[in-house]
């Protein structure tokens, strides 16, 4: 089963909105990470948050992180057509790999 | 910048068939990774590795094999291609952070296809 299951699997917005995922996982972590991928590419890492934090923010990306409800959220805001990716979220459980969800697929339409 | 290559970015091949995957980082990174992905069921970890010639089973390794002869290069084998081993392939590096499992690197895939 996937450590990570991310909220919504598909998300459709008008340019300018904000965009919300979630993910929720299932045992402890040193670290969550959010990725993201344009379609048919590779995943680029977005931002890692630790377990000790509980807010980060790089540019228009805001993630939370709750350890006592094992889920964090990604907020995407002003969101652009440029923004239309698949996003996944991933978990360090201290296996020295990382576990990925499922993903959101996100569309912002112009 | 980082950057991951894989051999090919599209590869058909037949049942039965041995296929090499190849993967190579210029960022002289520990750690390295094969991931298979299919709709639905995101990134599954199939090998990694944290170091030359160690290989660790990730999630679904049946059917796989990994070689890692060279720090900057990791292979993923398919001994006996069958139909169901047809996927996006992705390799991924990363250093040996600090603090748990640092920020990994992803090259573009390979979709194989197996007839």
């Known amino acids: 089963s996937q450590q990570g299951e991310e909220d919504p699997q598909a998300l459709s917005i008008q340019e300018g909105e904000n965009a919300t995922m979630n993910c929720s996982y299932k045992?402890?972590?040193?670290?969550l990470q959010w990725y993201r991928q344009n379609s048919g590419r590779g995943l680029v890492h977005l931002i890692l948050?630790?377990?000790?934090?509980r807010e980060k923010h790089s540019g228009r990306l805001r993630v939370t992180l709750d350890t006592s409800k094992k889920s964090s959220s990604l907020l995407i805001t002003a969101s652009r057509a440029a923004d239309t990716a698949s996003y996944f979220c991933?978990?360090?459980?201290?296996?020295?790999?990382?576990?990925f969800g499922s993903g959101t697929r996100l569309q912002v339409q112009p | 910048d980082v950057k991951v290559t894989q051999s090919s970015r599209y590869l058909v091949k037949r049942t039965g068939e041995k296929v090499f995957l190849e993967c190579v980082q210029d960022?002289?990174?520990?750690?390295m990774f094969w991931y298979r992905q299919d709709p639905g069921l995101g990134l599954r970890l199939i090998y990694f590795?944290?170091?030359?010639?160690?290989?660790e089973k990730g999630d679904i390794p049946e059917g796989y094999s990994v070689s890692r002869e060279k720090k900057e290069r990791f292979s993923l084998i398919l001994e006996s291609a069958s139909t169901n081993q047809t996927s996006m392939y992705l390799c991924?590096?990363?250093?040996?952070?600090?603090?748990?499992?640092?920020?990994?690197?992803f090259g573009p895939g390979t979709r194989l296809t197996v007839l």
């Open positions: 991924a590096s990363s250093s040996s952070g600090g603090e748990g499992t640092d920020t990994q690197y």
């Open positions: 045992t402890s972590i040193n670290n």
């Open positions: 948050i630790r377990s000790n934090e």
């Open positions: 991933a978990t360090d459980t201290g296996r020295r790999a990382l576990t």
């Open positions: 960022m002289d990174h520990e750690n």
């Open positions: 590795s944290y170091d030359v010639k160690m290989k």
